[in-house]
């Protein structure tokens, strides 16, 4: 383990006054550590990750830090820092897997890098072209995935990554080649 990526300190999240999701929640994470958060459905997985992924306002915490510094979620150097795969996503369904990986490149000031590698891993060759919201939930996650290790962000964030994938996407998901992941 080396230095904290990520450290959560107590942190409480919440949609209405009435309904805390997460309370006294802390989390820490090192550099090229993978973590998986496990419970039962309603737990507030799915919420700790909007919260990271600045979508959800509703928190408090006694200290979220990057890198050793305090962060803001909705800062554009984090943003540029992390990328999220939600469980249902639905957004760019008229946009073909190549032009959301162009899109989402330029978004993070990178040129679009060759996926030819990720697009064989993960068997998803005759689906480039095709429009998001005509893939299945395996195929689009495949999409986000690809896009995903395409970037090689230091702080990936996943929401049931595994969800809708066949078992060869899984194990590739799961277990990523070294070339897949991020330099740093």
Sequence with gaps: MGEALLTVKSLRAWYS????????FS??????????????????K?????????????????GICFCGFP????????????????AEDNSFSYFTFREYLAYVCAAYGKAVPDV???????????????????????NRKKAFLITAFALKPRLLLLDEPVNGLDFQSMEL??????SWRASR
């Design 17 to 24: 006054n009435e309904k805390m999701i997460l309370s006294d």
């Design 27 to 44: 989390f820490a994470l090192a550099e090229h550590e993978v973590a998986g958060l496990i419970g039962l459905n309603g737990a507030g």
């Design 46 to 62: 799915t919420t700790f990750l909007k919260v990271l992924s600045g979508l959800l306002p509703t928190f408090r915490s006694e």
């Design 71 to 86: 962060v803001d979620f909705r800062e554009r150097d984090f943003k540029l820092c992390r990328y999220t795969v939600f």
């Design 116 to 138: 030819s590698e990720l697009i064989q891993g993960f068997h998803f060759e005759e689906y480039t072209d095709t429009l998001l919201r005509e893939l299945s939930t395996g």
């Design 173 to 178: 998901c799961c277990f990523p080649p070294t």
